[in-house]
């Protein structure tokens, strides 16, 4: 018979008393997304629970906006035991629902904060977040989307080649008179451009909502459509580096935008991108984290 040396979970009350501090870190899980295979969580910090069992937690960064009040959420908190050797990290949560976000909420005789109100668990669960981080890309990254850029280039390196031999065909022949070389390396030029064109439609830019390593959420007018299933080449571009990643359409939509009109959105799940395409996501994403956390910390100092 199989003996289950797992070390057990501790009790609720043990549970309770190592998690439901004041100051205690938590993680906020705003959205899972199984068909990506990405999670949102916030970074916030326990601050206070009330008489009538509730929890104060602080604000994110960035915010939760008003618009999730009275939505799913989840509450996780980082605990570190020492009941085996060495010790190990357990993630613990529960399921609750937004109260409210109160501004102005009072922590001490000279402290006022916006905070997040949840909530007291029942019991705390075993849970995990081992799932793609989602990130929103930093302005200064000035990260963008090219949809069919990747296309074109293939396009351009197919028929660039036969534009170049009949160029050096016409350059060697020196019984030709130039304006007979110059129409017919312009008629060489104009078929160029007609087979690229008929290849590959014009290349549209896009905005970057969230990335993580397993997918991506563009932003884009209202007028574009993609199906369900469809695949897009997408290229991203940041800086003087670009990174070319095919995709799949797992949903659409369409997303308020902030004094502005409606646009839409296409979430993507990456398509088994080669090793060395899966590094260099794997290297942005958690330059983007980085760069934020860096933040983080430069708005608390």
């Not at 008629?187 to 290349?203: H, I, K």
């Not at 549209?204 to 990335?211: F, G, K």
């Not at 695949?231 to 800086?239: A, D, N, P, S, Y």
């Not at 799949?248 to 935008?257: A, F, L, Q, S, T």
Request: glycine share 6%; net charge neutral.
């Amino acid at each position: 018979m199989a003996i289950d040396n797992q070390p057990q979970l501790p009790s609720q009350r043990e549970l309770f008393l190592a998690c439901l501090r004041p100051g205690n870190h938590v993680d906020l899980v705003l959205e899972r997304d199984e068909d990506l295979g990405t999670v949102e969580v916030r970074g916030s910090t326990l601050h206070d629970l009330t008489r009538e069992r509730k929890i104060i937690l602080a604000q994110t960064s960035p915010p939760v906006s008003r618009s999730r009040i009275g939505k799913s959420i989840e509450v996780i908190f980082p605990l570190r035991l020492e009941d085996v050797p060495g010790g190990r990290w357990l993630q613990v949560g529960y399921k609750s629902t937004l109260l409210d976000i109160a501004a102005d909420y009072r922590l001490s005789a000279n402290i006022t904060e916006t905070v997040l109100v949840v909530n007291v668990p029942s019991r705390l669960d075993e849970t995990s977040l081992r799932m793609h981080f989602r990130v929103t890309p930093p302005l200064e990254f000035g990260m963008k989307v090219l949809i069919g850029a990747a296309q074109l280039r293939k396009a351009i390196n197919a028929e660039v080649p036969k534009l170049d031999c009949q160029v050096r065909s016409q350059l060697w022949n020196r019984q030709k008179h130039p304006k007979i070389v110059l129409r017919e390396l312009t008629e060489a030029l104009r078929v160029t451009l007609e087979n690229v064109n008929r290849q590959v439609e014009d290349v549209r830019q896009a905005s970057l909502a969230d990335l993580s390593e397993g997918g991506a959420k563009l932003v884009h007018p209202l007028t574009w459509e993609y199906q369900p299933e469809s695949k897009v080449e997408l290229t991203l571009v940041w800086g003087d580096e670009s990174l070319d990643v095919e995709a799949v359409v797992v949903r659409g939509g369409k997303i308020d935008i902030r004094a502005g009109s409606p646009m839409g959105f296409t979430s993507v799940r990456f398509d088994n991108p080669p090793a060395e395409t899966h590094r260099r996501l794997a290297r942005l994403v958690q330059d983007m984290l980085r760069r934020e956390l860096v933040r983080r910390s430069e708005m608390e100092d």
